[in-house]
């Protein structure tokens, strides 16, 4: 089973994987095992897509990187071709629940260490997942990461409105709402194609797909939980860098100087002429940055 927009130009072990809340789709790739090219290239990455995508959203760094690292970009539970449980059944998609899920798929694969990339919704998650398991995360990468509370658009706000949210967000978040995001998130918005929002829209729109992006969303709203955010990132002992395009119009810009103050020994690369979706934006310069940051094999 593979997704579109994967060329199977290197080893491709992409798969169902069965987990306690039900079933997470793996792009597995790359070098993998006791093979002499995996012991080279060091822990695999593990990349976590943001909010409204999945992990086609990383479709551009994998002729780059998956040749000498191997890669797992899993759709995260309630997205992509992954199973979407009810909100009330899995701690309403909380980003300490995603990185637990995260942990058990690594434990099931029996994985030890990763190296870590997380963009957007998925850089809080990451950071999740490192506090969590320390031991497990060797660097972490965290590309213009919502890790603090942030104001939300008009459309945002009215999703949120107590009684009305998810009957909003459910039945009138359509096809085209999602191409004004995805528009908002790129420097150029010509760069989306229609077959690109043909297949997230795809994904999002099957049964439980909105419900899931709108329990994240309620996530990312509440401040009191991503105050939360703050004593997990000042705890974090992992090499970390924060990646952030120039010209971010989804999470405020002065986030990025925050992220980097707030995490010891971070640093902090503006990516020029970029919006939020770096990796789909300008794959090339974050997969420079990949490279530097976890080692000449990656």
């Known amino acids: 089973m593979r997704a579109p927009g994967y060329q199977p130009v290197v080893p491709d072990r992409s798969r169902l994987v069965s987990l306690d809340f039900g079933r997470l789709y793996l792009r597995d790739l790359g070098p993998a095992g006791a093979t002499s090219a995996a012991l080279a290239a060091g822990p695999p990455l593990l990349l976590i897509h943001g909010l409204l995508v999945y992990g086609y959203a990383f479709r551009a760094l994998v002729p780059e990187l998956a040749p000498t690292r191997r890669l797992l970009i899993p759709d ?28 058990a798929l690594l434990d099931d694969l029996g994985i030890a260490q990763v190296d870590v990339l997380g963009h957007s919704w998925g850089g809080a998650i990451a950071v999740c997942l490192a506090d969590a398991a320390p031991e497990r995360v060797r660097r972490l990468l965290l590309v213009d990461a919502t890790c ?11 999703a949120l409105v107590p009684g009305v949210g998810p009957y909003v967000f459910k039945n009138l978040y359509r096809r085209a709402a999602l191409a ?10 010509t760069r989306l194609g229609d077959d690109d929002l043909d297949l997230y829209w795809d994904r999002l729109a099957r049964t ?64 020029e002429g970029c919006g939020h979706a770096v990796a789909e934006e300008r794959p090339a310069a974050l997969t420079a940055l990949v490279r530097e940051h976890l080692g000449a094999t990656a």
Not at 228 to 250: F, N, Q
């Open 208 to 271: 439980g797909g909105r419900e899931a992006a709108y329990a994240m969303l309620t996530q990312l709203a509440n401040d009191e939980r991503m105050a939360a955010m703050l004593p997990r990132l000042k705890a974090l002992s992992c090499d970390t860098l924060v990646i952030w395009g120039e010209r971010d119009a989804i999470v405020p810009r002065e986030h990025a100087g925050r992220l980097r103050d707030a995490i010891r020994g971070a640093e902090l690369v503006w990516v």
């Open 76 to 103: 995260l539970p309630g997205a992509g071709d992954s199973d979407r449980p009810p909100p009330v059944h899995c701690a309403g998609y909380s980003p300490t629940w995603l990185a637990r899920v995260l942990l």
């Open 148 to 158: 603090f509370a942030m104001p939300l658009p008009l459309e945002g706000r009215l």
């Open 180 to 189: 004004h995001y995805l528009a908002r998130a790129l420097a150029d918005p």
